[in-house]
């Protein structure tokens, strides 16, 4: 059963880099044909997906977050980062990570959807 | 602003059905398939239905999923009050290039 789990400081000033690891157990981040993305939910609102690495460091992130978002990957620990730069009071909310799998239909990938979730970490932005 | 867009809320007696609806367009829903998503009250959003209409295992055949056009549908039969939750849809925008959720709709059982 694979297992991912955030981390990372609960509260980051404005202005500043928010940083967070999401750690997978219960598998190898490099196994399979898997993304791992970075989802976020401002609270009482809904989801916004951040963005996505797969093993081989390929990246894709949302166009309205593309300048401040970096997402890496470390094979060798099981884990993957988020990196959140010059953030505001409107970046606070749950930060989740997720394992996000595709199917794929004659040679073309028909869907991506999140099949494990990590619990969810609150990161508020203050001063 | 979300491109999918779903019923802030939907309510039935416990045993009863309810339907909620996710509303996009060509670029996301008409091409691409859809999942949905349940999170129940604190806790982090769990897989429902993919590919439109697959259950991952575990998940009760009361949870049905469906496609038509540029909609699609999440169905719950024999409604249990511990299906009170948040539900969402999404799917990949191949115009936006992201990955986009539904409003969300929360379901009350009465």
């Known amino acids: 059963q694979v297992q991912l789990q955030e981390s990372g400081p609960g509260l980051v000033k404005p202005s500043q880099t928010l940083s967070l690891t999401c750690t997978v157990s219960g598998g190898s981040i490099s196994s399979g044909s898997y993304y791992w993305s970075w989802i976020r939910q401002p609270a009482g609102k809904g989801l916004e997906w951040i963005g996505r690495i797969y093993t081989s460091g390929s990246t894709n992130y949302n166009p309205s977050l593309k300048s401040r978002v970096t997402i890496s990957v470390d094979t060798s620990k099981n884990q993957f980062s988020l990196k959140l730069s010059s953030v505001t009071a409107a970046d606070t909310a749950v930060y989740y990570c997720a394992r996000e799998a595709i199917t794929m239909v004659r040679g073309v990938i028909a869907a991506y959807y999140f099949d494990y979730w990590g619990q969810g970490t609150l990161v508020t932005v203050s001063s | 602003q979300s491109v999918l867009t779903q019923p802030p809320s939907v309510s039935a007696a416990p045993g009863q059905k309810v339907t909620i609806s996710c509303s996009g367009s060509?670029?996301?829903?008409?091409?691409?398939?859809v999942s949905w998503y349940q999170q129940l009250p604190g806790t982090a959003p769990k897989l429902l239905i993919y590919d439109n209409n697959k259950r991952p295992s575990g998940i009760p055949d009361r949870f049905s999923g469906s496609k038509s056009g540029t909609s699609a549908t999440l169905g719950i039969t024999g409604l249990q009050t511990g299906d009170e939750a948040d539900y969402y849809c999404?799917?990949?925008?191949?115009?936006?290039?992201?990955?986009?959720f539904g409003t969300g709709t929360k379901v009350t059982v009465l």
């Open positions: 999404g799917t990949w925008d191949s115009s936006l290039s992201e990955n986009v």
């Open positions: 060509s670029s996301n829903i008409g091409n691409n398939y």
